[in-house]
């Protein structure tokens, strides 16, 4: 079984930063895909951003610029460095991973709170 375990959320004014992190642990398949999504009460779950293995990272427009994900495959951890964050970004994020034979595993998600 695998499990994915998210830090690094909090409370944040805006113009702020923080960085996130979800490690992998059990019986971790190869891992092509791994990204970050949010979601916010009485909406849909939306990509943030994802990294695939050996290849570049993609963005949702609303992010550019301002989130950088990065990804360690000997840790089976992917990071989300988010600067320049806004109200607007307030949402619970989920980790999630994807493997080679499209198996999806998702974290328990981390709140994240911009304040004004």
């Known amino acids: 079984q695998v499990r994915l375990v998210e830090s690094g959320g909090g409370l944040v004014l805006s113009g702020g930063s923080l960085r996130l992190s979800c490690a992998a642990s059990g019986s971790i398949p190869r891992i092509k895909v791994m990204g970050w999504y949010r979601q916010v009460p009485g909406k849909q779950r939306e990509l943030v951003a994802t990294?695939?293995?050996?290849?570049?990272?993609n963005y949702a427009d609303s992010v550019k610029g301002r989130f950088t994900i990065s990804r360690d495959n000997a840790k089976n951890t992917v990071y989300m460095q988010m600067n320049s964050l806004k109200p607007e970004d307030t949402a619970v994020y989920y980790c999630?991973?994807?493997?080679?034979?499209?198996?999806?595993?998702w974290g328990q998600g981390t709140q994240v709170t911009v304040s004004s």
């Open positions: 999630n991973m994807m493997s080679w034979f499209n198996v999806n595993y």
């Open positions: 990294i695939p293995s050996g290849g570049s990272p």
